[in-house]
């Protein structure tokens, strides 16, 4: 195996996720029974030479992205929105003229580029140009009014323009290619000598930091620093003047680049060099070892956890099935008789069957109807919405969160009678320190983190305002109220405001309380402040 950006041989393989089918091909009944599944090696190397993270390239392209492929980036409303800022942001750095073109690699159903057709774009005509090599989301496409070359994007494919394009953007492809460097001499013989090409990739740092191993799978075969994409674009004469961060995807980064000897200014040079300085810690093994070991002792607790609720006889589902939940099911060993089906709200889905674990995915309704005595949650980084949104319906079980760190919420009626109710609150959890807090109105506590130690707030009385933020993810907001259990993971930065005069009671594990509590607790100030 060579290393997918610099040839290197040096790779060592640090996370291996056993053999897996490809994530998204969902089966049939049918195909359960008689369709032969394959699977492939789901390991990720580092190279010591560019500490690129890198999958090897196992799965045949046409298996990953063939007939089957049926993700639309136009099925979310958080991406139409932020399509419309990033097109925005792209405009003020490109000055279009009438007949300019624009050409998005890897468009999907034309959802982005629809921000530059005429009248959104300063009344300017300009060409529209989507190359989409899967056969529906292209279909969609031709649909808006996008001319749509179904085609894989290649030097070949820019030379078929014969003329060049003023932008050029690839949003969430550069880590699919399979040629990653025919694809990017492709990308300069197509950009024109004023042009920038915009590419956004999900950011390593935050996998890592997040410890989001669930996004490992066939389809992204790379994984990007700002420095290798430095590394990258500098082999192709290519030269990134301006970076950006957001959360899509867990957190992702968006990289701004023009010819190197081109007429284009340089605009934000301090600060690309600025983040790629911030990013030493990458390029060293010990930063990947220790993300396997944590992954490791992740999936060992889930595991454990869950055969426990098992012998006792527990009916467990999956809530949700993302595409990264083929991963996670699939590495734990999960299969119909440890999780009696997933739910889903995509009619798409339901009444199909999850790769390799043959899970069955029914309609949500089902859930609500049947109230298993546990879900756990596959859309992990949708906690708050999901576990407020099913209560809301009625949802009586408890919540089981794989990741980041493992946690469970629970809400179970254990014991009623005339004498009253006695609820779990925490199950199988090691408690070292408890407190209780008040609240007057308007207060605010926290804005900080802490490196060793997770806590559970469980809301007595009155409404806060909790804002939970993981590195290089969103900030999540989420109010809480009597009998609420909100968890804080490691490295987590938190702050609370109370809506009214309220009353929580504080469990953590690790250092706290005491002369211990300041040893962890790591303060934000200024800006990073979440209030
Ligand atoms: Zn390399």
């Known amino acids: 195996m060579k290393c997918q950006l610099c040839g290197s041989e040096r790779l060592t393989a640090f996370l291996d996720l056993g053999k897996q089918p490809i994530c998204n091909s969902l089966l049939t009944q049918n195909d359960v029974k008689t369709k032969f599944e394959e699977t492939y090696p789901l390991v990720l190397h580092v190279c010591k030479d560019c500490w690129l993270v890198q999958l090897e390239q196992t799965a045949p392209e046409q298996a990953v992205f063939g007939h089957d492929y049926n993700y639309l980036s136009g099925s979310s409303s958080g991406l139409i929105t932020y399509f419309k800022q990033l097109a925005n942001s792209i405009r003020t750095k490109v000055d279009l003229k009438k007949g300019d073109f624009v050409v998005d690699i890897g ?81 300069h013989d197509l950009l024109d000598r004023d042009g920038v090409f ?49 959360s899509i995807y867990g957190g992702s980064i968006v990289v701004y680049a023009k010819h190197a000897r081109g007429n284009k200014r340089d605009s934000q040079l301090a600060s690309v060099e600025k983040v790629c300085r911030n990013e030493s810690k990458y390029q060293s093994l010990s930063t990947y070892t220790m993300f396997a070991a944590q992954v490791v002792s992740n999936r060992a607790k889930l595991v454990s956890y869950i055969t426990a609720l098992k012998q006792r006889k527990q009916r467990i589902v999956g809530i949700g ?65 999901i576990v407020r949104s099913l209560r809301a319906q009625g949802y009586k079980g408890g919540f089981i969160n794989p990741m980041p760190q493992f946690h469970v919420l629970n809400e179970v009626v254990s014991f009623e009678d ?70 804080t993971g490691l490295n987590e930065r938190h702050a609370l405001k109370a809506l009214e005069p309220s009353e929580i009671m504080v469990f953590t594990r690790g250092p706290r309380g005491g002369h211990n509590y300041e040893t962890d607790t790591y303060r934000l100030s200024g800006e990073e402040c979440l209030i």
């Open 107 to 187: 468009g999907n159903d034309g959802s982005f580029l629809i921000n530059f057709q005429h009248p959104n774009v300063r009344q300017v005509d300009v060409r529209l140009y989507n190359v989409e090599p899967t056969p529906l989301p292209a279909g969609l496409s031709q649909k808006k009014n996008i001319e749509t070359i179904q085609k894989y994007f290649s030097l070949s494919v820019a030379k078929w323009f014969g003329a060049k394009a003023k932008i050029i953007t690839a949003l969430n492809v550069l880590a699919h290619c399979y040629n990653v460097h025919d694809f990017l001499c492709g990308v």
């Open 321 to 385: 099935a993302p595409m990264k939940s083929a991963t996670l099911l699939n590495y734990c060993g999960f299969k119909a008789d440890t999780l009696d089906y997933l739910t889903e709200v995509n009619q798409l889905k339901v009444g199909m069957y999850a790769p390799g674990s043959h899970i069955p995915i029914v309609n949500e309704a089902l859930m609500l109807d049947k109230q298993p005595d546990y879900g756990l949650l596959l859309s992990w980084n949708f906690e708050d919405n």
């Open 418 to 487: 005339s004498r009253g109710k006695i609820v779990d609150v925490l199950n199988d959890e090691q408690i070292e320190h408890v407190n209780h807090i008040t609240f007057t109105k308007d207060a605010v506590r926290g804005n900080h983190y802490h490196k060793q130690s997770i806590h559970y707030d469980y809301v007595l009385r009155g409404r806060i305002e909790f804002y939970r933020q993981l590195p290089y993810g969103p900030v999540r907001r989420q109010v809480a109220t009597e009998k609420d259990l909100v968890f």
């Open 198 to 246: 915009v590419s956004q990739s999900h950011y390593l740092p935050a996998l890592i930091e997040q410890c989001q191993y669930d996004t490992v799978y066939h389809e992204h075969l790379r994984y990007y620093t700002l420095s290798s994409l430095v590394k990258l674009y500098r082999m192709h004469d290519l030269k990134i003047f301006h970076v950006d961060f957001n």
